[in-house]
């Protein structure tokens, strides 16, 4: 039972995992926003969610003025609060999900 479990959980995360890093990213840089242009606490950052975005944890490091948005042990983005440029996302450095031609 448990092999079903997860390897339908591994199936779903595959098809899926677009839509996780996009979600990720568009979650990181309304909660950059909610924090430190709107001066909000974290914690309130999720009323600006779309529906479906409940599974995002959200953290931050005052220190660097960073929000990082995660699925854990799937998919995680970080966006950069700059007083001059505002929620500037960080490098991906991730492999990427589409290849250029």
Not at 18 to 38: D, H, I, K
Not at 59 to 80: K, N, Q, Y
Request: net charge positive; proline share 9%; hydrophobic share 40%.
């Amino acid at each position: 039972m448990v092999l079903v479990v997860a390897g339908g959980s591994y199936a779903w995360v595959r098809g899926h995992r677009a839509q996780l890093e996009l979600g990720v990213g568009y979650a990181a840089r309304v909660a950059c926003g909610c924090r430190y242009v709107s001066g909000r606490p974290l914690g309130d950052c999720h009323k600006d969610f779309e529906p479906g975005m409940e599974p995002i944890r959200l953290s931050e490091d005052p220190a660097t003025r960073t929000v990082t948005a995660s699925v854990p042990l799937i998919a995680r983005r970080s966006v950069r609060y700059d007083p001059v440029l505002g929620c500037q996302p960080e490098r991906f450095a991730g492999t990427p999900l589409v290849v250029p031609h």
